[in-house]
C-alpha cells in the first residue's frame, strides 16, 4: 500500500465503509475485504449482519452483473476469493453465535468429469449468500454423493458436469437416490455448460442451473418453499 492511497478504510464511517467493501468485493480486492471485515468487527458489529450486509450484498451485485454479462468469470472467480478472506474471519464467529443459516448444500462433479471452474463459483457463491457449503470435489462417483448426504444431511444437492459423456451420470445418481427411497429428501439441482432445462428434467433433477447466480437464486427459493412447508405442516 502507497502512502498515496486516497481511501483508508479505518477512517470511513460505517456506512461509508459497507458501500466500500462492496466496491472491492467487486474488484476482488482480498486484503481490503479483510480488512474491511476486521474493522467492523473492532466496531462492534455482529458478524452476521458484516455476512449479510457487506459481503453477501456485495456478491448479490457482482452476480448480477455475472448474469447480464457485465462482469465473466474470471472476475467473479476474483470477486469470490475476496469474499472467502472475509469468511475465513467470520466463519468461527458465526459458528459461535449460532447465526441463521440459509441451508446446507454437498456439491460436486460427476464421475469422468475434472472441471471445476463452474462448480468452485456456485460453491462461493452459494456460501456468499449464507448457505453451508461442502465441496466434494471433482469426478465424484454415485457412492461419493450418498456418503455426502449421509455425512453432512445437506438440504441441496449439486452435480455438476461440463463434458457431454459425463452429464449422463447425473441420472445415475439421481436413479441411485430414488431406488434408497432418499430422493424426496433432497433438492437435486444440476448444472455446467452442456446442459439445459429439458434435460434436468429427463434425469429427474429439481431444477437446472445455468450459472452461478441462477443457482443462488433458485437454491433460495427452494429453501424458502421448504420453511413455508414446515411451518404449514
Known sequence: MSDEEEIILSELPDDELVLQMHDDLYDGLKEEIEEGTNILLERGWQPYDILTKALVEGMRIVG???RDGILFVPEVLLSANAMKGGMAILRPLLAETGAPKQGKMVIGTVKGDIHDI???LVGMMMEGAGFDVVDIGINNPVENYLEA?????????GMSALLTTTMPYMKVVIDTMIEKGIRDDYTVLVGGAPLNEEFGEA?????????????????KDFMARKHNQRASA
Open 149 to 157: 448426504m449421509e455425512e453432512h444431511e445437506p438440504d441441496i444437492v
Open 203 to 219: 434425469v429427474g433433477a429439481d431444477a437446472y442451473c445455468r450459472d452461478a447466480a441462477v443457482a443462488v437464486e433458485t437454491a
Open 118 to 120: 463452474g462448480k468452485n
Open 64 to 66: 448480477e452483473d455475472f
